[in-house]
């Protein structure tokens, strides 16, 4: 490969939470002999596209970093990028808007589309992050849970989403695609039946499409305001390099809104605190994710994804009896189900959590995502380090 998915990286005291809260998740600390393995929060723990760090690099060299406005490179590449991987056709530069973050866009746009304390349509399991958004800003949470069919793929529940669409008086809903926790790749039929629901019963829709550069071969991302007239005209889309290219840290994500009138309501939202504003070097981040080399990196990051989580869910089936995991089909986590084996051996999921913590497997307590057995795992880590994680849970947590 040309870049670089192999080097173990030291990233201790680089401001990296990843690693540098380690410590929290155990009591009586992480075993001798066992190093930890970051597999919890959301962060890639790869050395990011080159000409990121180019951009930054060239544009600090100039001594001044006054107020500015966004260059036109940074909507054009945008505009390129969306184009290149979601096959979007008619983006302009006035549908595109700065967001400090995708969550804080979440709420920009709610607050455009109802009123604080009522009620938001959010699927279960659900994304850590948007329970967290929801309650700390007055919004009432009314989850439809996903359902697994016959083959273990998670699915919709449009009868379930109708019933309470209709008799909650619901109007605003937010929708994420690709799936995090579950990694569910949407096809096109079941995002249009959901924006025909929504147009029914007038909802609008937030849709969290950060992890849309990540997928697996044999899948395409279908932007949610593509499939309709009406996608295009009641949906808030939510876009960020941030996950793709490991740059969480610079912060910068977008909107992307067709709706003028939408649009409007949720500039001035975002602008009335007037801490929604770009940095320069966010912005030259950006730029630098999408130019051609950036491109050719993404390529090969969703390989090395592809690889491990052949590999991770592989060696589950073979190795975990009572451990059932769906195969993501986009993101880089994993969404394990542990309760058949914690029925079997006796044991609470904290046990089991802490049984990793201690040899080191830092992995992340599901409950937070509506997942009552379930752990969260990040594979987004050098397929060496990913076999030693699942080569200790083997060894000292599940078959002990």
């Known amino acids: 490969m040309k870049y670089d998915f192999t080097s173990i990286i030291d990233r201790r005291g680089k401001d990296a939470i990843a690693v540098d809260a380690a410590a929290r998740f155990t009591k009586e600390g992480i075993l001798e002999g066992f190093d930890p393995i970051p597999m919890w929060v959301a962060d890639m723990n790869f050395p990011t596209c080159p000409t990121i760090q180019e951009e930054i690099i060239r544009r600090t060299q100039h001594p001044t970093f006054g107020y ?55 699927h279960s399991p659900t994304y850590v992050g948007f329970t967290h958004s929801l ?20 699915r919709m529940d449009f009868e379930d989403m109708e019933t309470r669409l209709r008799e909650q008086n619901i109007h605003a809903a937010i929708f994420c695609s690709p799936h995090n926790p579950c990694g569910r790749v949407w096809e096109k039929w079941e995002i249009e039946a959901f924006i025909e629901l929504c147009e029914k019963y007038d909802v609008y829709v937030v849709s969290d499409e950060i992890w849309s550069d990540l997928i697996r071969p044999g899948y395409q991302h ?54 929604n504003s770009m940095n320069v070097l966010s912005m030259y981040a950006q730029i630098g994710a999408y130019k051609p080399e950036g491109y050719e990196w993404c390529t090969e990051l969703n390989r090395v994804i592809a690889a491990n989580v052949d590999f991770a869910c592989d060696y589950i089936r073979d190795h975990f009896e009572g451990v059932e995991v769906f195969k993501p089909q986009g993101t880089y986590m994993l969404f394990l189900d542990c309760k058949g084996w914690l029925d079997k051996h006796g044991k609470t999921l904290d046990e089991l959590l802490q049984a990793g913590f201690s040899h080191g497997v830092i992995w992340q307590d599901g409950r937070g995502f509506h997942g009552a057995t379930h752990i969260r795992m990040n594979l987004a880590l050098p397929l060496s380090r990913v076999q030693e994680a699942f080569d200790r849970l083997d060894k000292y947590v599940f078959n002990a």
């Open 135 to 154: 309650e700390n800003n007055g919004y009432d949470i009314v989850h439809s849970e996903l359902k697994k069919d016959a083959e273990g793929v998670w």
């Open 68 to 122: 500015f406005s966004p260059r036109d490179e940074y909507f054009a590449s945008t505009i390129r990028w969306q184009e290149e991987h979601n096959h979007v056709e008619g983006l302009t530069a006035e549908c595109i808007g700065y967001e400090n973050g995708v969550l804080g866009g979440v709420v920009s746009a709610l607050n455009t589309m109802c009123s604080r304390g009522d009620k938001v349509l959010v």
């Open 222 to 275: 279908i932007p949610t305001q593509s499939v309709s007239e009406a996608a295009r005209n009641r949906v808030v889309a939510l876009y960020a390099p941030s996950k793709t290219f490991s740059i969480a840290g610079l912060v910068g994500s977008y909107h992307i809104v067709y709706n003028k009138r939408l649009r409007d309501r949720m500039v001035k939202e975002s602008s009335l605190s007037h801490y």
